[in-house]
């Protein structure tokens, strides 16, 4: 059974870095270096479960800005991310955010147009990977 649990970072910290590095550092090259950013003591994080194994996180800033999203490749294409996504919305909508906007991977722009994301801007590229901003109104 597939759970989401939102949490602050510190306890979930161990989980979180290892779902983050191995799909960013391991299997797209982020470098390390830029994985690790700062930011994450003051995002809200969900983490989602498979049983009681972690499988995927995703984080929300307080201005709206939903990043981080990843899931184990051994978990994907079973709604997993759609339910990290989905409770990275609501979260913004209970802190009255007034839209939410990520960097999509040009690769995961229709995942997030599904819920009702809208590219904005041109193609960048972020830690050598095409990415584009996406926003939602909530």
């Known amino acids: 059974m597939n759970r989401v649990e939102l949490t602050e970072f510190a306890p979930a910290a161990e989980p979180i870095f290892s779902i983050r590095f191995k799909v960013f550092v391991e299997e797209q090259n982020v470098n390390p270096e830029l994985e690790v950013d700062g930011l994450d003591p ?40 759609s339910e990290i996504l989905k409770s990275l919305i609501d979260a913004a909508r209970s802190r009255n955010c007034k839209s939410v906007w990520l960097a999509s991977q040009t690769q995961a722009t229709a995942f997030y147009e599904r819920f009702g994301f809208q590219a904005t801007g041109d193609i960048f590229q972020d830690a050598g990977i095409d990415h584009i901003e996406m926003r939602r109104d909530l």
């Not at 194994?53 to 307080?62: E, F, K």
């Open 42 to 81: 003051l995002c809200l994080h969900a983490l989602a479960y498979d049983g009681e194994t972690p499988v995927g996180t995703g984080r929300l800033q307080n201005d709206g800005h939903i990043g981080r999203m990843a899931v184990l490749k051994s978990h994907r294409g079973h709604g997993i991310g």
